[in-house]
């Protein structure tokens, strides 16, 4: 988008006189535009565990409950979203990037659960989405919602956790804000995403003990 920028044509234009060039006041080679970039929207994606563990009425409603949070602070600040799910034996991407919240939030009320968790193939997932976007956005923010039960690896006879966090070691190639958030985890699995958190750069909290307020918050401060 251009216009004309006034103050640098007028400059311009006096310099032109002062060197005692004649003619008019101002000329076509005073002008001066002024160029506009828009700025690129920033993604959020919302990576959520949508396997069998995570079914329970409580987790299930809690995770809907902060994401929710999420998506509020998605439609002030005009961000786009994108929803990335796993479960069973693989991930899937059932919102591609998108402005329109009110399609965010229908696409968590729908979302089942059932299966193992393959956690890697989320991160994965997510990983792949958030780099085919970068063209498109200024910047992206991955949250994570699970137990931290990874027992589904991407190659025969991996250990899931040790995967998972070469995983998130080159997600944290792609400049992302992360926030791992679990729901109901056990101690081992609390301290898994703490490193999975750390191997990202980003923090680790749990819906046992914040707000959903807190994790919009925390997400949109950059973690």
């Not at 920033?42 to 009425?57: C, H, I, K, N, P």
């Not at 989405?129 to 006879?157: M, Q, S």
């Amino acid at each position: 988008m251009r216009d004309i920028a006034v103050a640098a044509t007028l400059r311009a234009a006096f310099r032109r006189l002062a060197c005692g060039a004649g003619g008019l006041p101002l000329l076509a080679p005073d002008l001066r535009v002024r160029v506009r970039r828009r700025r690129e929207p920033e993604l959020v994606v919302l990576l959520v565990d949508a396997s069998d563990s995570m079914g329970t009425r409580e987790r299930i409603a809690a995770v809907r409950a902060a994401a929710c949070a999420v998506l509020a602070r998605v439609s002030v600040n005009r961000r786009r979203v994108a929803v990335v799910a796993f479960g069973g034996e693989d991930a899937w991407v059932p919102l591609p990037p998108t402005s329109a919240v009110a399609r965010a939030r229908e696409c968590l009320e729908r979302l089942g659960t059932g299966g193992a968790t393959p956690l890697s193939a989320g991160l994965y997932a997510a990983a792949r989405l958030i780099h085919a976007e970068r063209g498109r956005t200024r910047g992206a923010r991955l949250l994570l919602f699970t137990d931290g039960e990874a027992n589904v690896p991407l190659g025969r006879g991996t250990d899931c956790r040790a995967e998972a966090l070469r995983l998130a070691v080159a997600l944290r190639r792609e400049g992302a804000g992360f926030m791992a958030v679990s729901v109901g985890a056990d101690r081992a699995a609390a301290l898994f995403l703490e490193r999975t958190a750390s191997a990202l750069g980003g923090v680790h909290r749990s819906l046992g003990r914040i707000s959903a307020a807190f994790v919009a918050e925390a997400i949109a401060g950059g973690g």
